[in-house]
């Protein structure tokens, strides 16, 4: 079965950095580009990064500099590194394929106070 596990979120002040961890299985995760979606209060999710299975990354240009997606084929796992935190960034982050997604998993929440 798929699983897509996400982790590492929390309360974080402005300025601040968190680094989320998405733990996956039941895929072939190596041979995917995969990415980090995210969801904020009453708004629709949005595309955050993305990486290509070789390694090839992307960012919304509200992130760019900041943020930086990773991946670790040997473990089947996606990171995202966040630095410099603004509150706009407060979201549920969710982990899945950057195109054909999975159904979705539980996400990990990032809250950022100014």
């Known amino acids: 079965q798929v699983q897509l596990v996400e982790s590492g979120g929390g309360l974080v002040q402005a300025g601040g950095s968190l680094k989320l961890s998405c733990a996956t299985s039941g895929i072939n995760f190596r041979l995917y580009p995969m990415a980090w979606y995210r969801q904020a209060p009453g708004q629709g999710r949005e595309l955050v990064a993305d990486i290509s299975s070789g390694g090839t990354t992307k960012y919304q240009d509200s992130v760019k500099g900041r943020f930086t997606i990773s991946r670790d084929n040997a473990m089947n796992m996606l990171f995202l590194q966040m630095n410099s935190l603004k509150p706009e960034d407060t979201a549920v982050y969710y982990c899945?394929?950057?195109?054909?997604?999975?159904?979705w998993g539980q996400g990990t929440q990032v809250i950022v106070s100014s």
């Open positions: 899945n394929r950057r195109q054909f997604t999975y159904p």
